[in-house]
């Protein structure tokens, strides 16, 4: 077979989840609450049809079978999280035994099967005894977030060789401190820059303790929802615009894991409107000495801005919103269900600002998917036709091999998801995954995707 697109040897074939997301069990093995189960108890109508954490997708007990449909399907890696309130409820003192045997059961099983296991520490989901003593806001939680991130070390890192630190940290930021879509459903933008800042001083805690353990052939990274800024025009307003979302939206995580500091432009504007976050004397080293070996690029849709149409109102809170408006460019491609615009190119940006500006870092995709709603329209003879998915994450292939070929040092692609699984408010509105699942009976079935990813991981291209 001929292949148009040949990756290099060694790629990262596989997918991409979290723990909340799939593991399901949400009050059993000894877990501990963490801030999405004390929400659904409180406010399950933010959910989309009532649906919370507690099932999910029954990864908890499932396992076993599912990593054997990852294999079937040619994965060599796959990524997961530990759940720090299952690990360590309450998030501090005593591991739980039936966690770590669960995780060493996973971690095992995925050796097995000849699949890399890809481990984050923290995806979305502070245990609520911590939220309750203030999150990320409190400094001393990152260091109680360090001592978790070196049992993990400890306990699974003989076996585990990529670890990282958070996934998509500007989202907690943004969901739970400046436009309410996460609890705790804040609205202050000085809280939201200390809460960015202490996550920050978490992770380069925990690479520093990393690095002590001396883990042979062990990297540690973070992952990072990079999303290119594009202005509307060449206008120096709108250029000045998007300059300014990227550095919000962007920048403010991936200058300070990558570079080891914050870019001049930020700290000026913070200050100058008043946002600057307290910090310590040495945390300026801290940041310097720990940056990250490898980076995980999750990417979904482009932002589109324009200068301000309007001045913004002088009553209302300080946002990023302040210095830009979301410019909707005529003639997009759209994915109509999620409401987000299909840019494939952006990841061929993405990862030429990587190789221009920040090293050629090792990365690879550590997400990128199509949520599609009502996917049973699409079923012929009991298998979901999901072309619509194939063409997208083919489309983003392309970019990425050709971005490759132009020196950038990518090692990997990882779709979101294995399997449809639940997501934060949306619960199971969209589905991502190569595999259905009933959530009745919690069967897996594959669609379309699921065999044509099988072929392409296993000629390593397409």
Same mark, same amino acid.
């Given at each position: 077979m001929s292949l148009n697109y040949k990756f290099p040897d060694g790629f990262w074939w596989g997918s991409a989840t979290s723990a909340t997301q799939i593991e399901g069990a949400a009050d059993e093995g000894g877990k501990g609450k963490n801030i999405w189960d004390y929400w659904y108890q409180t406010e399950p109508n933010r959910f989309f049809e009532n649906v919370g954490p #507690?099932?999910?997708?029954?990864?908890?007990?499932?396992?076993?079978?599912?990593?054997?449909?990852?294999?079937?399907?040619?994965?060599?890696?796959?990524?997961?999280?530990?759940?720090?309130?299952?690990?360590?409820?309450?998030?501090?003192?005593?591991?739980?035994?039936?966690?770590?045997?669960?995780?060493?059961?996973?971690?095992?099983?995925?050796?097995?099967?000849?699949?890399?296991?890809?481990?984050?520490?923290?995806?979305?989901?502070?245990?609520?005894?911590?939220?309750?003593?203030?999150?990320?806001?409190?400094?001393?939680?990152?260091?109680?977030?360090?001592?978790?991130?070196?049992?993990?070390?400890?306990?699974?890192?003989?076996?585990?060789?990529?670890?990282?630190?958070?996934? #998509?940290?500007?989202?907690?930021?943004?969901?739970?401190?400046?436009?309410?879509?996460?609890?705790?459903?804040?609205?202050?933008?000085?809280?939201?820059?200390?809460?960015?800042?202490?996550?920050m001083i978490a992770h380069a805690k925990a690479v520093e303790s990393f690095r002590s353990f001396n883990i042979e052939d062990g990297k540690i990274g973070i992952i990072l929802n990079l999303t290119p800024s594009y202005p509307r025009s060449n206008n120096p307003a709108d250029l000045?615009?998007?300059?300014?979302?990227?550095?919000?939206?962007?920048?403010?995580?991936?200058?300070?894991?990558?570079?080891?500091?914050?870019?001049? #432009?930020?700290?000026?504007?913070?200050?100058?409107?008043?946002?600057?976050?307290?910090?310590?004397?040495?945390?300026?080293?801290?940041?310097?000495?720990?940056?990250?070996?490898?980076?995980?690029?999750?990417?979904?849709?482009?932002?589109?801005?324009?200068?301000?149409?309007?001045?913004?109102?002088?009553?209302?809170?300080?946002?990023?919103?302040?210095?830009?408006?979301?410019? #909707?460019?005529?003639?997009?491609?759209m994915n109509k269900y999620r409401g987000w615009e299909i840019y494939e190119k952006g990841i061929y940006d993405i990862m030429i600002n990587l190789k221009e500006n920040y090293g050629n870092i090792e990365s690879f995709v550590s997400e990128n998917g199509m949520g599609v709603q009502n996917e049973e329209r699409f079923i012929e003879n009991g298998e979901i036709q999901d072309d619509y998915r194939i063409d997208f994450i083919k489309e983003h292939l392309k970019w990425l091999h050709k971005a490759i070929e132009e020196g950038c040092n990518a090692k990997g692609y990882h779709l979101w998801a294995f399997m449809d699984n639940w997501s934060w408010m949306n619960a199971y509105k969209n589905r991502y995954g190569f595999f259905s699942v009933d959530l009745k009976t919690q069967k897996r079935t594959p669609k379309k995707s699921a065999h044509w990813i099988r072929t392409v991981s296993g000629h390593n291209g397409f």
């Open positions: #507690e099932t999910t997708s029954n990864f908890y007990h499932q396992y076993k079978e599912d990593i054997q449909l990852m294999k079937e399907i040619g994965h060599n890696t796959f990524r997961l999280s530990i759940s720090w309130s299952r690990l360590i409820p309450g998030g501090r003192g005593e591991v739980n035994p039936e966690a770590v045997a669960f995780y060493n059961n996973v971690i095992n099983e995925l050796l097995a099967n000849d699949i890399e296991p890809f481990v984050n520490l923290f995806h979305f989901d502070m245990p609520l005894e911590l939220q309750e003593k203030g999150g990320w806001g409190n400094r001393d939680v990152a260091d109680a977030y360090r001592d978790y991130a070196k049992e993990c070390f400890r306990l699974f890192g003989d076996r585990v060789k990529k670890w990282f630190t958070f996934n #998509e940290p500007i989202v907690p930021v943004e969901g739970g401190y400046l436009y309410d879509f996460h609890y705790p459903n804040v609205v202050d933008a000085k809280r939201a820059v200390q809460v960015a800042y202490h996550t000045r615009a998007s300059n300014i979302a990227d550095l919000f939206f962007n920048r403010s995580f991936l200058d300070p894991a990558v570079l080891g500091e914050y870019p001049q #432009e930020l700290i000026d504007i913070l200050r100058e409107h008043g946002q600057l976050p307290f910090t310590k004397e040495k945390d300026k080293d801290l940041l310097k000495e720990n940056t990250a070996d490898l980076l995980g690029v999750n990417y979904y849709q482009p932002r589109r801005v324009k200068a301000k149409e309007h001045l913004p109102n002088p009553y209302s809170p300080f946002m990023p919103d302040w210095f830009f408006d979301n410019y #909707e460019m005529p003639g997009r491609k």
